[in-house]
């Protein structure tokens, strides 16, 4: 993606929507969170519904009429889905087909059979970050916790050494490699290159999973001992399947949209020439769309038909796999309506203007608006996609590879401290069985340590490339 100037994004309206000064955009800015927060956390209400009145309250505070603060919300938001949500639904797709067909079983049973003792840990962590590449935080959790609860029981582990590692494999990727929502988000704002943050954030990624899930796990097994829950281990999905798709298959077809985004990321630094044909190729099946396509199309002839799957059984699932991702799409919307809200306010300006004078490094920035956010809302992609509004005109005049490491530090600050504000802190709490205490000292610490341990890794390279 070509990076776009400060000019240039202000030019998404007409004119700015407001001519409030820095003072009082600031308090429109904090006005409009605190109503977002406030609505979330206190009154329940749906994350979309809350972005959506809190991108109105935010123009109202700023002094603009309201029609342009609607027309600005709406605009962020069709952009957004535009861009973003099609990706969300064939990711859904693939994911579905994965667990459906029992493509996701055959790989977790594999590597589970080549490994033992101590190595279960970390065969956790590898099948959770490979399972976890196409597929939405929850829907993966619920995907593995069959294993890890089986695992634990059948092996006699502690449920800590064997769930932490899959919980951190999962949170990495949500947060850190596109093609998940939050960071194809903000690859959105900040105007980064795909492929060179999906090939940072597997090199951030593979550390971080590390330390937060095989090391840390053996902490955490210290501070709370506790047995994997009899009444909380399920049907897994395959148990009623004559036949699913053979290992190799599925991990390729998993992979395939990675490495062909990867492929175009390469191409583009090896020839760096947009008119020579070999990168026009890749310029077009090295793209999200094509990428994620083909690997639905594929995915539906290597793990549809070989679990037996009849035409109307893949239609089927594939009606199944996109009906659960209307609230995601329309938080992810609205969270580019806000984002837009906040651009057309010259909120974006105000900070690159403030930020000018101050000796804190952008990524730093970035990192700390996104902890700040995900502490007040609970919502990793509210987060993400707000953070990114509010920081994406210091990427503006960034490098390719800062711009991408901007993404990614947003990224590692939205996972910072799950707390009870968060559906997720409540998911692993009811699966594993845990109390609210237990629960803080071990999914939530994990939570701040990917956060902290990515985002240190971020500046760390943002010194050397």
Known sequence: MTRLSVEMLAADTVEPITSAGHAQLGIAVLAGIAVIVLLITKFKLHAFLALTIGSLALGAFAGAPLDKAIVSFTTGLGTTVAG?????????????????????????DTILARAGGRAMPWAMVLIASVIGLPLFFEVGI???????????????YSLMRIGIPAL??????????????????AIDAVKAN??????????????????????????????VDVPAPERMIPQRPSEELEKRPGFGVTLATILLPVVLMLAKALVDIVVDDPTHLVQRVFDVIGSPLIALLTAVIVGMF????????????????VEKGLAPIAGILLIVGAGGGFKQTLIDSGVGQMILDISKDWSIPALLLAWLIAVAIRLA?????????????????????MSTTHAALMVLAIGAGS???SHVNDAGFWL?????????????????????????VAGGLVLLLSLVI
Request: hydrophobic share 55%; proline share 6%.
């Open 428 to 452: 692993v709490k009811e699966y594993f069985g845990l109390s609210v205490g237990q629960n803080l000292k071990t999914w939530s610490v994990m939570e701040c340590i990917i956060s902290v």
């Open 194 to 223: 795909l492929g060179v943050t999906l090939a940072l954030g597997v090199l951030v990624a593979i550390p971080t999973v590390i330390i937060a899930g095989p090391l840390f796990s053996k902490v955490a097994a210290r501070w």
């Open 168 to 185: 951190a494999g999962l949170s990495v990727m949500h947060g850190l490699v596109p093609p998940h929502p939050g960071p194809l988000v």
């Open 302 to 317: 290597t793990l549809g038909r070989p679990a037996g799957f009849s035409k109307e059984r893949i239609s089927r699932t």
């Open 84 to 108: 973003v949500g099609v990706l969300i639904a064939l990711g859904a797709i693939l994911g579905k087909l994965l667990a459906d067909s029992g493509g996701a079983d055959q790989i977790v």
């Open 377 to 397: 809302t609970g919502s990793a992609t509210v987060a993400t996609v707000s953070a990114a509004g509010l920081v994406a005109p210091l990427a503006a005049d």
């Open 142 to 156: 619920v995907l593995l916790i069959p294993v890890v609860l089986m695992v634990a029981k059948r092996g006699n």
């Open 415 to 417: 996972l910072f401290l």
